[in-house]
């Protein structure tokens, strides 16, 4: 199928998805994605006050990445939406050519060297969680579908080249998201079954040799404390034990606003960063943590109404890898601090203390955005 008949094929159902007459679409905003957002980023700030043990200092740091995030996606939803198709890859280029940069000019924190300074810290590996959905979707729009051999080929090297170098540093959870990322666009691409079954099969017969020699001993012994957090309970075990037990001491209406035990005696670690869910949940019960459920599943669905609705190839393709993306950070993580996943350091969005994250989160919502009232960019095309 030519790319001109499947765009002709969407558009049927499609002509009337943007009203033109609307301020908010006048002016390339999402007004249910911008409203779901703020809700997030406030209640982000909220839970980061208490799990950080009331320090402003942290809450003003977050607050100034939101205002930073918020800048950059309402400038970049005023983008056309074929600069993000033409350019894609520089974003992608760029990403690559830090995550080259770290083993020479890289901070080591924990053992892991992920971090630069440039004057501001950040983790270039964040980027490309943006970048590989950005070229992939890109780089298959402007081939026929379903996508060739060829085609799957060079995705996959694009994607195994950034894979590898956040790997080494070592970031297995980022790795991870990265090549689900990449994934996820061939996938929504129209991936032929039988590549899916030669890779999943692959992935198996893979998985006892990834075990020997792809993992680090600290990663194996995770993977083994997910079965038996008691095995080394004041070691790799403790993380999970704390948090389970935070999670449980919230019962239904929670303990309070900065009265939970867990983290205001400083028994559960990284309660500002991974664990901040737990801290969340033992103040706020289990209503809270529904509360913010429906917030998380709100925007989602958002955004796969906006991926089945684009008018374009490369905006469906994005939307939706990029939706299932931000779906992965919330599964894995809340996953990760219940104790039915290994941890693997993968912050919860808008909820978890950190710059780069929250950045590279807000510039692919700006783009989804722009995406969502694509339309107004013809229209304004067609008056000129």
């Known amino acids: 199928m030519s790319q001109s008949e499947f765009v002709r094929r969407i558009n049927q159902g499609n002509s009337a998805f943007v009203d033109t007459r609307n301020k908010w679409n006048r002016l390339h905003l999402d007004l249910h994605m911008l409203l779901t957002l703020l809700a997030l980023a406030s209640t982000g700030l909220v839970a980061l006050y208490s799990a950080s043990g009331q320090n402003l200092n942290l809450v003003n740091s977050q607050l100034i990445r939101f205002g930073i995030g918020f800048i950059l996606l309402l400038t970049i939803a005023q983008v056309n939406l074929r600069f993000f198709e033409r350019w894609a890859f520089i974003p992608y280029t760029g990403g690559v050519l830090l995550l080259l940069a770290i083993p020479f000019l890289g901070i080591e924190r924990n053992g892991a060297q992920r971090w630069l300074d440039v004057g501001v810290q950040f983790q270039p590996s964040e980027v490309l969680k943006v970048a590989i959905p950005l070229l992939l979707a890109s780089y298959i729009s402007r081939r026929d579908y379903p996508p060739s051999l060829k085609t799957v080929f060079f995705s996959l090297l694009l994607v195994a080249i950034p894979v590898a170098l956040i790997g080494i540093q070592p970031d ?49 012994q995770r993977i083994i404390t997910l079965f038996d957090p008691e095995s080394d309970k004041f070691g790799a075990g403790w993380n999970i034990i704390q948090s389970t037990i935070a999670i449980g001491s919230g019962g239904l209406g929670g303990k309070g606003w900065g009265h939970g035990t867990q983290s205001q005696l400083d028994f559960l670690p990284e309660s500002h960063t991974d664990f901040i869910i737990a801290v969340f949940a033992e103040e706020f019960g289990l209503l809270g943590v529904l509360g913010l459920m429906a917030l998380y599943a709100t925007l989602i669905l958002r955004c796969l109404l906006i991926s089945i609705r684009s008018q374009t190839i490369f905006g469906r393709l994005f939307a939706g890898s990029y939706t299932f993306l931000f779906f992965l950070y919330i599964f894995v993580n809340l996953g990760m601090v219940s104790g039915i996943l290994p941890v693997v350091g993968v912050p919860l969005p808008f909820m978890s203390f950190g710059g780069t994250s929250v950045v590279t989160l807000m510039c692919g919502f700006g783009i989804l955005m722009a995406i969502s009232t694509e339309q107004n960019f013809k229209e304004r095309r067609r008056s000129r």
């Open 172 to 220: 297995l959870g980022t790795a991870i998201l990265v090549g689900v990322a990449g994934f996820s666009v061939l996938f929504l691409g129209g991936l032929p079954r039988i590549y899916l079954f030669t890779s999943s099969c692959s992935l198996a017969v893979a998985m006892p040799l990834m075990w020997f020699y792809g993992l680090h001993g600290y990663q194996r």
